[in-house]
């Protein structure tokens, strides 16, 4: 055929490229939203170190310490709130792309063309997962460097990875409540109630220790109370934990876990709107 | 495998829910397709022309790989839409929507762009195709605008040029130049003309009889979800010439009207369409068997006591045959003069 020779060798690099550019291009064009995103952990911190206080009074910074074995509430807030925004939007991003590119007439436009179509939905968490990752860097930086405890080159690598880690799992269950709920139509319901429960058991703002061990249990499957303990470790207490690696193999596991279930969900449910017509409702 | 896109009874069904209060609703079943077939030969302009609800959008979608069908094959370029849906998305080029589509914060030529990049072509190639198109459709000077800020004419024009990007073979249109002022809509078709001297195998859906007539080498007739004809607009429009077709424009009309017409021996098939509602002004197209029947229906308006305001014998248009073919009209009146202008 003519049009094969205007073709790239490695295609699917090229449509990763592809998703990059565009979703780097449209958030570029939403300034206010980024300007929100990078302020909201320090806003909330605030709010959180305030009512610390208020409940604490003089005592509040020394009980801190001996919940956490960290010195700095803001530092530690900050930090939460940050993977606490990148595991929301990831989710957010992931759960709803589906249902707005219904919206806007894409949707069908890219089972036009000559890809795996999930392989296009899970491209999608890179672009995300980068500017997060830039998004915490942007926003813990600041704190270090007034604290004169900068992170090593190494460090910063170990924290990316953790990140984009964490973030993995959540693709799968972005999978699975796009798939499920496209349906009906109601994605953002489903989707901030997901936040919720994961934000609640992630432990960002407060150590999963306090509770009850059921609550823990739970926590267990929850990817990001992992991904946030790590990065405590490395950057608030300034030490790599002793069971990182143990961390990051159950990471690992839950990312493969929930992205086959997400896959299986979502195959299932393209299947049956091939035959129902599902896939151009809006 | 000689033919471009071969259907072989493709039928199809919706199931929908009709809402009845609050939490009630009753499941409806509609019909789509009721086992279709057709050919389309290579470098062929092959038209489906037929009524909103036809089953004109079904039938691209399930050649398209979009839909699977219920019964019945399909294969384009011999590659069946089921089986080899991969293969197909590779050889075709699809315009579905005439103004959806888009990312509305990109701008037009960074739309195509992304897009390019989903069909893996060549980024050097991908720029000059895409400049290329741009001219084509006249987009050129608004290329660089947010698509946020497009009319809807803008919009379609760019969704075509989508449609080509990857060169195709095959090329899918629905409703290419529906929503299009004329000036835009004779560009469109400018268009297609140029892909058919090029080569590509064009499948156009329309309810837009002068396009079809003037642009498809054969068209496909269909109304609800049947192909009531097949063949060139001369081969169909020959279907109605041994007849007599004659308008009639009445005030006052109703439907007692029309059944009594029906009625009349000789009297083939009627269309109706409301021409302004407030007065109750219709026209009525009537095939007639032959001259003798015309003095009949005369009679028959006479003794309705409706108001004729004129009636008069008109050379056959695929719009008759449609009205032969199904007893309905196929376009809005006020679509037709519209499209009779550009």
């Known amino acids: ?282 | 495998m000689t033919e471009a896109v071969k259907a072989m009874n493709l039928k199809k069904i919706y199931v929908t829910k009709e809402r009845k209060g609050f939490f009630k609703g009753e499941k409806k079943v509609v019909e789509a397709l009721k086992g279709i077939s057709f050919k389309i030969k290579r470098g062929e302009i092959f038209g489906l022309l037929g009524p909103n609800g036809a089953g004109k959008t079904t039938t691209i979608k399930i050649l398209s790989t979009l839909l699977i069908p219920d019964a019945g094959d399909a294969w384009v370029n011999g590659y069946h839409v089921v089986k080899e849906a991969s293969k197909v998305r590779e050889i075709i080029g699809v315009s579905l929507y005439s103004d959806r589509g888009f990312y509305w914060k990109l701008t037009g030529r960074e739309n195509l762009m992304y897009f390019a990049h989903l069909y893996h072509l060549e980024t050097r190639y991908a720029r000059q195709r895409i400049s290329y198109l741009l001219k084509l459709v006249d987009l050129e000077k608004d290329a660089d605008r947010l698509v946020e800020e497009y009319s809807t004419g803008m919009k379609s024009k760019l969704n075509f040029a989508r449609a080509l990007l990857h060169d195709p073979d095959i090329v899918f249109l629905d409703e290419p130049t529906i929503g299009l002022d004329p000036n835009s809509a004779r560009k469109i078709r400018e268009v297609i003309l140029e892909l058919k001297k090029e080569g590509k195998t064009i499948l156009l859906t329309t309810h837009n009889m002068f396009e079809a007539d003037m642009l498809c080498d054969r068209i496909a007739i269909i109304n609800k979800g049947v192909i009531a004809a097949i063949g060139t607009p001369h081969e169909l429009k020959s279907m109605v010439e041994k007849h007599k077709v004659v308008e009639v424009s009445i005030i006052g009309f109703n439907e007692h009207v029309a059944e009594t017409l029906r009625r009349v021996d000789g009297v083939l098939n009627t269309g109706v369409k409301i021409e302004d509602p407030m007065s109750l002004k219709m026209v009525l197209k009537i095939i007639l068997r032959d001259d003798e029947v015309f003095s009949e229906v005369l009679r028959a308006l006479v003794n309705e006591k409706v108001r004729v305001e004129s009636i008069r014998c008109i050379e056959p248009s695929l719009e008759d045959v449609f009205v032969y073919l199904t007893g309905e009209k196929l376009v809005e009146e006020g679509t037709a003069r519209a499209v009779a202008r550009s």
């Open chain 1, 1 to 282: 055929m003519r049009s094969l020779s205007r073709k790239v060798q490695l295609g699917q690099l090229h449509v990763l490229k592809g998703i990059f550019v565009k979703t780097f291009r449209i958030m570029s064009r939403y300034v206010g939203t980024w300007i929100m995103i990078m302020t909201l952990p320090y806003m909330v911190s605030g709010l959180f170190v305030g009512i610390g206080y208020a409940v604490g009074g003089q005592n509040a910074q020394k009980n801190f310490y001996q919940n956490t074995g960290v010195s700095d509430p803001l530092l530690y807030s900050v930090l939460g709130g940050s993977i606490m925004l990148a595991a929301i939007i990831v989710l957010e991003e992931i759960g709803a792309v589906i249902r707005e590119e219904q919206l806007i007439g894409t949707f069908e436009l890219i089972y036009l063309t000559p890809n795996n179509t999930m392989l296009i939905w899970f491209y999608h968490i890179m672009p995300i997962a980068t500017l997060m990752i830039t998004v915490f860097s942007i926003d813990v930086t600041p704190i270090l460097v007034w604290k004169g405890s900068m992170l090593s080159p190494l460090e910063w690598v170990i924290v990316a990875g953790v990140i984009f880690i964490s973030m993995l799992p959540l693709v799968g269950i972005g999978l699975i409540i796009a798939a499920l709920t496209v349906r009906f139509k109601e994605i953002w319901a489903v989707i901030n109630v997901i936040n919720s429960v994961i934000t609640l058991l992630s432990g960002y703002y407060y150590p999963l220790e306090i509770f009850p061990s059921i609550v823990q249990a739970i926590a267990f499957v929850i990817p990001t109370s992992r991904g946030v303990q790590i990065l405590k470790d490395i950057i608030a207490k300034r030490c790599i934990p002793t069971n990182m690696f143990e961390h990051i193999t159950i990471l690992l596991l839950l990312s493969v876990f929930y992205l086959c279930l997400g896959f299986i969900t979502y195959r299932r449910w393209e299947y049956v709107a091939k035959r129902t017509g599902e896939l151009s409702k809006y």
